[in-house]
């Protein structure tokens, strides 16, 4: 029924003879009754009688003149189910269909319906392009908010206390498909999921304080093995965000983009390039190679946290690094496009392998220094005992092995079994790991333990970073 009984509301403007009892249906008055709502409002149906409304001398087929007027109004559903008639095919600057109908998961029965229903029935399609629905925010356990149960957070308290972006992060961060849960437990733990990526921003940076990216960039190609895989990471992650957004989902961004900082970067890829950008000449190959990777990963992540860390990616696009062709804003700026950043499938295999070893060797390096064995990792050296995938797959790394693992030494022998204490992977079959402390003396400049004669001119001081310093001052 798309009629109402009610004193107020949008008129159903049909007239009905009195003598044949037929509505009328002419063009003719049809036309007059839409001029004289866009003179004088939808009002003006209740304010004046039959002869007023009619056009001057109106009959019916019949031939009587006696008419008399609808007093339902419509329904609020069928208002609502033309809105997208009044808003899009009213504007000149709006396109009909409507891209998006975003409303609660009532609305199934509600909005939704009665817009498909008028729109099919009037132009044989549906008003919208996608329709997406949402949950409702209760508290912290689930509950229905209300201000008799004294579970009601304001959005502006939030903000005050909070700030803006932690509220636009909560948003991000659930899935709004089911009823989204909100506390100041909750808000608590996203400030400091917040704080986590705040820092590793700051990192990146601070160590691209002396990069200048037309002079200093090393082409994506010859980037060093780490740092290209570094970079394929982030396409991976950054292709799947894009998608995400795509889809609505915007809780995946969340969680892809929070993993990305915390386990690929911070636990990962950031340690590891320190001792490159901390030792190494400053316009070594080897250091321009990490700034670049981490030139790409600032630009391309503010990119993709911008429409949901607005003013953090705003901050951060101001203290970049220019190369000269950037938007004056983040918000003005595409999308990060890795298309050129490509990894043969099987250096892939050898990275990831080289992670989840990573992983397993830092397990073992806790637990000898909850033992008081080592201190700093750099205190210790490693001994593995690798299973065969592991090791084909590694090829000649064993050199490179320490300082990924950020450890003075590394051997990779045939079996452990002589060792005392070794550390047996559960999650990777056949590795065996011994942690022992490091040989040799502690390079006061890059921590190394070295076992060779030092330079006499600099005795505490390792043979490599003798020729980084030498190499610096040429």
């Known amino acids: 029924c798309v009629s109402r009984q009610r004193a107020w509301g949008v008129p159903i403007t049909v007239f009905t003879c009195k003598q044949c009892d037929q509505h009328v249906t002419s063009p003719v008055v049809l036309s007059h ?31 009587s003149a006696d008419f008399i007027k609808e007093t339902d109004i419509l329904d609020v559903w069928f208002d609502s189910g033309v809105s997208h008639a009044a808003v899009l095919e009213g504007d000149p600057n709006q396109h009909w269909p409507a891209d998006l109908y975003l409303e609660g998961s009532d609305q199934h029965r509600g909005w939704f319906h009665s817009s498909l229903l008028e729109s099919v029935g009037t132009r044989s399609a549906a008003p919208y392009k996608t329709v997406l629905t949402h949950g409702y925010v209760v508290d912290g356990k689930g509950k229905k908010m209300s201000k008799s149960a004294g579970n009601v957070i304001a959005p502006q308290k939030i903000i005050d206390q909070y700030g803006a972006e932690i509220l636009r992060l909560w948003v991000a961060s659930e899935n709004y498909r089911e009823d989204i849960r909100i ?11 917040y704080r986590k990526i705040r820092n590793t921003f700051r990192f990146l940076l601070g160590n691209l304080s002396d990069f200048d990216p037309p002079s200093d960039a090393v082409p994506i190609g010859e980037l060093e093995e780490i740092d290209r895989y570094i970079l394929y990471r982030f396409r991976t992650v950054s292709e799947k965000i894009l998608k995400a957004f795509e889809d609505f989902e915007f809780h995946t961004f969340y969680h892809s983009f929070y993993n990305f900082c915390v386990v690929d970067l911070s636990a990962f890829y950031l340690d590891i390039i320190k001792d490159r950008l901390y030792t190494f000449p400053k316009n070594s190959k080897g250091r321009r190679s990490a700034q670049t990777a981490l030139y790409e990963l600032l630009k391309g992540m503010a990119q993709l946290m911008a429409p949901i860390l607005s003013f953090t990616s705003e901050e951060v696009w101001s203290y970049m690094p220019a190369r000269g062709d950037e938007a004056a804003s983040v918000h003005l700026s595409a999308f990060p496009d890795l298309s050129r950043v490509s990894f043969p499938d099987d250096l892939v295999d050898k990275w990831e392998k080289i992670s989840q070893l990573k992983g397993e060797v830092s397990k ?6 909850q033992q008081k064995v080592i201190g700093h990792s750099l205190d210790a050296r490693v001994r593995l005992e690798l299973p065969k995938i592991m090791k084909a797959a590694l090829g000649q790394e064993q050199d490179q092995l320490k300082y990924v693992f950020i450890v003075s030494g590394v051997e990779i022998l045939p079996s452990l079994q002589d060792e005392a204490d070794v550390y047996a992977s559960e999650t990777v079959k056949g590795l065996k790991i011994a942690v022992h402390p490091a040989l040799g003396k502690k390079c006061e400049r890059c921590w190394n333990y070295f076992v060779e004669e030092p330079a006499p001119e600099h005795p505490s001081v390792c043979l490599r970073c003798v020729t980084n310093l030498e190499s610096a001052k040429a």
């Open 33 to 63: 009754i839409v001029s004289l709502v866009e003179q004088h409002g939808a009002d003006f149906w209740f304010e004046k009688d039959v002869q007023e409304l009619l056009p001057d001398g109106y009959m019916c087929s019949c031939g």
């Open 183 to 193: 506390s100041h437990e909750i808000l608590k733990r996203l400030t400091e999921a």
């Open 364 to 369: 073992a390096l806790e637990l000898r220094r």
